[in-house]
């Protein structure tokens, strides 16, 4: 079944203890992107990579760092994540930018206190 | 910029009863739009996309909207609502400038009484 993963589904930690939340798709995509949602605000790039070794910031990036080293995985990374990265957030790739459809994964809800 | 504005965050129907979301956009360039939904608890799922070709589109579950350049606008319609259908819906336009990234909307949930 195509599709894209993340892990953890629910995450509650503390201010400054480092995270990663991993993403996986299985659909050979070479386009992926990490969007958080929060209320009254929609869905907001962080991060995006249009293919192996290649990233770029999106509209909200401080606080994040993301890597690709393989096509399928994008994990998402908060090196001392503060409350106001509480927040859930998407996993999503499409087979190409723009016309592409963007499958998005189930979302990671993260509390940070 | 490109941007996206939905006009209503809550929108109330009863069952039966026509579903009209509203959306409109801004973008220099001829745009591709995209309606998503997501159901509590999960992640988003493509209703429907415009990107060249007839301005009607239709989607899953019933659903359909009409691209019009003349008014920037890109309004989600569904002739009977069901009880299923109660869910956020978000309105996105992509931007070929910033490597094709979604720009969504503030989102709408729609609420379907019995």
């Known amino acids: 079944e195509a599709q894209v993963t993340q892990n953890p589904r629910y995450l509650i930690t503390v201010t400054g203890k480092k995270l990663t939340v991993t993403c996986s798709q299985n659909m050979n995509h070479e386009y992926m992107s990490w969007y958080r949602q929060d209320p009254g605000l929609g869905l907001r790039q962080i991060y995006y990579s249009m293919n192996v070794e290649v990233t770029d910031k999106g509209d909200v990036p401080e606080g994040y760092k993301v890597s690709r080293k393989e096509k399928r995985n994008f994990p998402l990374i908060l090196e001392s994540p503060s409350p106001n990265q509480t927040s859930l957030y998407f996993c999503a790739s499409s087979r190409r930018q723009g016309a592409g459809e963007q499958y998005f994964g189930p979302g990671t809800r993260l509390t940070v206190t | ?114």
């Open chain 2, 1 to 114: 910029a490109q941007s996206v504005t939905q006009l209503g965050s809550h929108v109330s129907v009863s069952e039966g009863a026509l579903v009209l979301l509203r959306c409109n956009y801004s973008s220099s360039v001829p745009p591709y739009l995209f309606w998503y939904v997501q159901y509590p608890n999960q992640g988003l799922q493509l209703l429907l996309k415009y990107t060249t070709g007839a301005t009607l589109v239709k989607g899953i579950n019933g659903f359909e909207a009409e691209f019009k350049k003349s008014e920037t606008s890109f309004h989600l319609t569904k002739p009977s609502a069901h009880m299923s259908d109660a869910a956020e819906y978000f309105c996105a336009v992509s931007d070929e400038n910033q490597g094709g990234k979604l720009i969504f909307g503030q989102g709408t949930e729609l609420s379907v009484k019995p």
